[in-house]
């Protein structure tokens, strides 16, 4: 086996489906060891309150009672197959752009892919219309899914880089190609939505996520929208360069500081 498989939309979801059926169509080896049930926006969550189950579903399918990122971490392990060399989440319904990386569950299980051999790909399906995607679509998404597959080592990749993608729902005559972006930035998402169930009792929905601030020259926002298919590098390294340059001037005098008068 050399492709782990997952996603957070659940096991059964029809964009894992249709990735599925590419990657059989092109021979490709693979297991998919994903979530029982939709575990979208679960981030990098991981189960530590109770043991984890997985049900085989046939040869090729686990599902877990866990996180996306749960699936990673049990498919890595060497409990299921020998060691893969590749993550491969999605296909998502929905975007993951600019901010959203911080949120979702099909990032996260990619992420959790950053020790292996070659570079992870979380693949998402930029639904516009709510209501659902077409077999279409996914089956246009599978099928770009499968060409970055078989030329994403040509890249030449730094270890532990993610390639996050976002398709547009568009048909595939209609995607002018692709487009290597940086992240966008959402504005802040709707205020939470109060509705009282049949006891009374007050509970909470999550509004819907901001739009983009701007859609700015090479971000995946803009991408998506003028109908390239978006290719973002990510990594785990969440660190400010600019916050260290920024502070890198004073912070020695406030070290100082700190240590003569408060220790």
């Keep these: 086996m050399t492709l782990l498989v ?3 939309d659940g096991v059964h979801a029809p964009g894992l489906q249709a990735l599925v059926r590419a990657l059989e ?3 490709l080896d693979y297991l998919v060891v994903a979530p029982d049930r939709d575990r979208s926006g679960v981030s990098n969550c991981l189960t530590l309150d109770r043991p984890l189950q997985a049900l085989r579903i046939d040869e090729r399918r686990f599902a877990v009672d866990g996180t996306p990122t749960d699936c990673i971490h049990l498919g890595t392990a060497g409990l299921f197959m020998e060691t893969p060399e590749r993550v491969v989440s999605g296909i998502n319904f929905g975007a993951n752009l600019g901010d959203d990386v911080l949120y979702s569950g099909t990032v996260a299980a990619a992420m959790e892919g950053r020790f292996l051999a070659k570079p992870a790909l979380a693949l998402s399906l930029v639904v516009t219309d709510h209501g659902t995607a077409t077999v279409e679509r996914f089956h246009t998404a599978a099928a ?7 030329r994403i080592d040509s890249l030449k990749l730094p270890p532990r880089t ?14 002018k190609g692709l487009q290597l ?3 966008g930035q959402r504005l802040k998402g709707e205020n939470p939505i109060a509705t009282l169930n049949p006891r009374g009792k007050t ?3 999550i509004g819907r996520a901001g739009g983009p601030v701007a859609r700015e020259p090479g971000s995946d926002f803009l991408a998506v929208e003028q109908g390239y298919v978006s290719v973002t590098p990510i990594h785990a390294d969440m660190v400010s360069e600019a916050g260290l340059q920024a502070a890198e001037s004073v912070f020695a005098e406030l070290s100082t500081a700190f240590g003569s008068r408060c220790l």
């Design 144 to 150: 770009i899914a499968i060409w970055l597959l078989d």
């Design 181 to 183: 972006t940086t992240p």
């Design 6 to 8: 997952s996603n957070d």
């Design 162 to 175: 993610v390639l996050n993608v976002n398709i547009p729902d568009l048909p595939a005559s209609h995607i």
């Design 25 to 27: 169509a092109h021979r």
């Design 203 to 205: 509970l909470y929905w």
